[in-house]
């Protein structure tokens, strides 16, 4: 039995329904917050409730004691927590949110991994805890003690309580550093279907930093290999272990650069508003991905052009 966290967000559901396609029994948890658009998180839920091995429970992180007996009626072997309150930028206006999700929620979850015992639990952490980091590309054994931003803290929080769980109790734990992650079912507030749809239907998007801020944008299905891979591999360990591993492309691209090639793949220019970096956003992101290359002997590595090329197939079916 496998429990997701999150199913009905843009990792959760990619990952979910590949486990599906694997005819593994998955169940869903999601509480279907309207930090964005929820009929797009309904949209997703739907596809994945297609299948007779998904159930899904509604039901928030923060909610102790109800987490506390999904997970004791159901005593899963593999955990992937994915649910989070999501956005750097947003975790400056609404802090609170951050904390009940991330913090305490995330604390729900540990509380009840001690007492079930899965084989492995993987947990979604983020490249923002590298904040000032200022290597050419951002290794795992890096100073992350000085995030930019409350989201990035908390997820940097996320790995210290991790690690002291897997200390105490003795459990298989891994953190997942993603790295702008983009393709079919993107949050709509992320940068790849903003910019696709206000380019579309001529209007304006937001850049900043005059476009040369530097992201390592990561396509969706290598990710769900490279937690697909780490399940695999993870099972087949005995002894209990901590691991944190970066889920990126290794290969940075300028946002005015990813901005043209989706001008070029809708046959149309932009219309650019120019704005100041926020002080919550770093200057670049670059995963280094040799450790997880040694673990599971697979790296993400779709290219920018042809990612884009599969996330406007699924975008032009799917927007208005």
Known sequence: MYLVTGCAGFIGMSLTHQLLKKNKKVIGLDNLNQ???EGFKKKRLSILKKNKNFKFINVDISNKKKILNIFKNNKPKVVIHLAAQAGVRNSIQFPEL???SNLIGFFNILESIKITKPKIFLFASSSSVYGYSKGKSFKESDNTDKCLSFY????KSNEIMAHSYFHQYNLSIIGLRFFTVYGPWNRPDMAAYTFAKNIKNSKKISVYGKG???RDFTYIDDV?????KLIFKSLKIKKPFFEVFNIGNNSPVKVSKFIKIMEKKLNRKSKKIFKKKPKTDLVFTNSNSNKLIKFIRFKPQTSIE???KLF????NKNSK
């Open 312 to 315: 406007f197939n699924w975008f």
């Open 35 to 37: 930090f964005y658009n």
């Open 306 to 308: 042809s990612g884009l």
């Open 98 to 100: 951050y904390l009940k």
């Open 224 to 228: 769900v290999a490279s937690i697909d």
């Open 212 to 214: 040369n801020l530097r």
């Open 152 to 155: 990035g803290a908390t997820k």
